[in-house]
């Protein structure tokens, strides 16, 4: 070992007492620190030959950097739908690198059963069927990965080929119908090699960005029980609106087409039973998308994946090797071999705050939602785009277009009080406040709408 490592390793205790209060200046700095910055970065250093050790290296880091980070894990960043961190997650994840457990098997550690709990807790909060086997991976962009490559084997069986062995060379085509799915669906079906432009665009329900079913049922008839994959959302990211998955939930059963609920953070409405009436028929479903790194404010990169057909998900994934086994492993389910024990967080984040919790937690982010909703609505500046159903407040200046919107994001940037994401909905450009972090409260309100009437005052 070199005698770098040899110090550092008979002084880690102090080494770790500095990334302590690192981040604990950090966290306490919170309410100071700009919700999104934008700095030049440095010019990149090259790699030194004696290494600095991980004091220094530590130091020089938060020296080049520590200034340029965003206060995304703060009470006033509502870009995109980003969650933060809650200390018992945060507890949880720095263990997960102390312990350093490879959850790819289960032949070395009680670890892979902690992952199985965190999942039992998470279908119970979700109030999924207990015959949704599930397993964590890196995000709702993976999640929807595994569940496709699932839903593709699943339908390249009913048509007498076995996907997994023999590719898509020369296959038929398999039916995928949807409206407006996430663009992580579509990212999958490019990875799948089914392509973005598979998706046959079932219409909408008037002025809403959800399905139409009796425009589904019409599709599905003219499948006449050829296979098909319907991607429904439980969660459109402008405006929050479910699709009816009992209505789409109904017409898949009876067509025997395989329903794909992406739920990466609407699935936290079944925390609320002011909310929970949206996800009726999710029982339906086949496959589940859910995010932790939004809602259940564990940190990055933490996603889940359920499917009620782990025999085809399996022959996707398993990695045959004679000296990986082919046991019930975690491994055969993802994409990953190695894996990180991204559970912890997890688990330590749904045993510290319980159902109540997250359900204090979603209503929260309802209805701060939806009180700044009715405080735009009211503004001379801004109107909304879209009724607000959830977390999610989808809005417009009154006036101008995307240069001026474009504009106004800056202004904010500028301000830091508050950090927002762009959209383009109802024909319009847009901007999106989407409330899921534990630490924004009544007292962000004020400040938010301050920046807001402030920012489009200077545009
Ligand atoms: C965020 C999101 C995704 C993608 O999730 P990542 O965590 O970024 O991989 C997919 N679908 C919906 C509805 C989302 O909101």
């Not at 709990?117 to 964590?136: C, I, T, V």
């Not at 977390?391 to 009080?417: E, K, M, T, Y």
Request: aromatic share 6%; with cysteine.
């Amino acid at each position: 070992m070199s005698d770098l490592l040899l110090r550092d390793l008979s002084r880690l205790s102090d080494l770790l007492e500095q990334a302590r209060a690192s981040a604990l200046e950090f966290l306490t700095a919170l309410p100071e620190r700009p919700a999104s910055v934008r700095p030049a970065p440095p010019t990149p250093l090259g790699l030194p030959d004696a290494g600095l050790g991980a004091e220094d290296a530590l130091a020089l880091f938060r020296r080049r950097y520590e200034a340029g980070l965003s206060g995304s894990v703060g009470p006033r960043y509502l870009g995109f739908v980003t969650g933060g961190t809650t200390p018992a997650a945060l507890m949880g994840d720095w263990l997960v690198s102390a312990y350093d457990q490879n959850v790819s098997h289960g032949g070395d550690s009680l670890a892979t059963s902690v992952e199985r709990e965190a999942l039992g807790l998470l279908r119970s909060l979700f109030g999924l069927p207990e015959d949704f086997e599930g397993a964590f991976v890196s995000g709702a962009t993976v999640a929807n990965l595994v569940a496709l490559a699932t839903a593709r084997q699943w339908g390249m069986e009913r048509l007498g080929h076995d996907v997994s062995e023999e590719g898509l060379w020369g296959l038929p085509r398999l039916a995928v119908l949807g409206s407006a799915p996430h663009a992580s669906v579509l990212k999958a079906l490019s990875i799948l090699g089914m392509g973005r432009r598979a998706v046959q665009d079932v219409p909408c329900l008037p002025g809403r960005p959800v399905m139409d079913p009796k425009a589904l049922e019409a599709r599905l008839v003219a499948l006449g029980g050829a296979p098909a994959i319907v991607l429904a959302s439980a969660g459109e990211v402008n405006t929050g609106e479910f699709d009816d998955l009992e209505a789409v939930g109904q017409l898949c059963r009876r067509h025997g087409a395989w329903l794909h609920v992406d739920g990466a953070f609407g699935i936290f409405a079944a925390c609320s039973p002011a909310h929970a009436h949206l996800l009726r028929g999710l029982a339906h479903a086949d496959s589940v998308a859910a995010d932790g790194h939004k809602w259940l404010n564990v940190p990055y990169d933490s996603g889940i994946v359920f499917t009620r057909h782990l025999e085809q998900q399996e022959r996707s994934f398993r990695a045959v090797a004679a000296y990986l086994g082919l046991g019930p492993d975690l491994l055969h389910r993802t994409p990953e071999n190695s894996r990180r024990f991204r559970a912890l967080p997890a688990w330590m984040t749904l045993m510290a705050y319980g159902r109540d919790g997250h359900r204090a937690l979603v209503e929260r982010g309802c209805a701060l939602a939806r009180a700044l909703g009715e405080a735009l609505a009211a503004s001379p500046h801004y109107a909304l785009l879209a009724p607000v159903t959830l977390n999610i407040v989808c809005f417009a200046l009154r006036s101008g277009d995307a240069a001026r919107r474009d504009q106004l994001l800056a202004a904010l940037q500028a301000d830091g009080r508050v950090h927002l994401t762009p959209t383009h909905y109802a024909g319009r450009p847009g901007l999106r406040a989407a409330f899921s972090n534990w630490r924004t409260g009544e007292a962000d309100l004020p400040i938010i709408l301050a920046a807001l009437e402030a920012a489009a005052s200077s545009v």
